[in-house]
Structure formats: C-alpha cells, structure tokens
C-alpha cells in the first residue's frame, strides 16, 4: 500500500496567527511523530525541566539556545540540531537578543512528558 501524503494547515495547528507556536499531534494524522513549534522574544525564557519516554529532536530555527540534556549543556544557533534521548531530564531557554524559535520533533505518535523539579529555577 503506498503512504498518502498529508497537510496541516498553519491555521489548524498555528496558537497564534503568524507566530511559530503550536502543535501537531501524529495520532491525528496517522504517523507515529509528533512535531512542537515554539518561539519566544523574551531572553531567558523557554522551556522548563522534563523528560519523555521517548526520543526528540530539536530544530533552532532562529536565534540561540541554552540546552540542558541529561547532564550536558549545549549552546545552539540557528541550524544548529539537538538530540535528547528517551528518558533524558531536558530543557533549553533562550539566550537571545531576540527571537529564538524551534521546531521538536517528538518521536511518538502523541505528545506527553513529566515535569521535574529544576534546581536553576
């Protein structure tokens, strides 16, 4: 059987017109990945300590980031790509000036993490 392509439209996944922040789950289009976009202006600002149980992969698509995976910290520029394994305690925030945006690529058909506590919070 030969796989069908699909589209999303911005709007259907989109939070807000013209600005990279949503989501797109698989289990509605029948692929076992789920993509995140987020974006941000503020410096500092992103995304808080977490894990999933499954693989991710991240994107810069614009600006600079602090990421923190497992142990590691990772400073990140646009084209720049981060992996975080399965199970892996992560974050990133921006470390500016300006726009930090990223597009995460869940490997799951579903998004779902666990919040930790962050001691640099």
Same mark, same amino acid.
């Given at each position: 059987?030969? $796989?069908?392509?699909?589209? @999303? ?9 013209? =600005? ?8 509605? /289009?029948?692929?076992? @990945?789920? !993509? *995140?976009?987020? $974006? ?6 992103? &995304?808080?300590? #977490? @894990? ?6 991240? =994107? ?5 980031? /602090?990421?923190? &995976?497992?142990?590691?910290? =990772? !400073? $990140? ?22 726009? *930090?945006?990223?597009?995460? =690529? #869940? *490997? ?6 666990? *919040?930790?506590?962050?001691?640099? $919070?």
């Amino acid at each position: 059987m030969e $796989a069908e392509g699909k589209l @999303v439209k911005w709007a259907d996944w989109a939070r807000t017109p013209g =600005i990279w922040s949503g989501r797109i789950e698989g289990r509605d /289009l029948g692929t076992g @990945v789920t !993509v *995140l976009f987020f $974006a941000t202006e503020v410096d500092g600002d992103g &995304v808080r300590l #977490h @894990v999933h149980d499954y693989d991710e992969v991240f =994107i810069v698509r614009e600006g600079r980031a /602090l990421f923190t &995976v497992g142990g590691r910290e =990772i !400073v $990140a520029e646009a084209g720049d790509v981060v992996f975080g394994p399965a199970h892996a305690p992560h974050k990133f925030r921006n470390l500016g000036p300006g726009r *930090l945006e990223t597009t995460d =690529i #869940h *490997l799951s058909d579903h998004f779902a993490q666990v *919040l930790l506590d962050d001691p640099d $919070a």
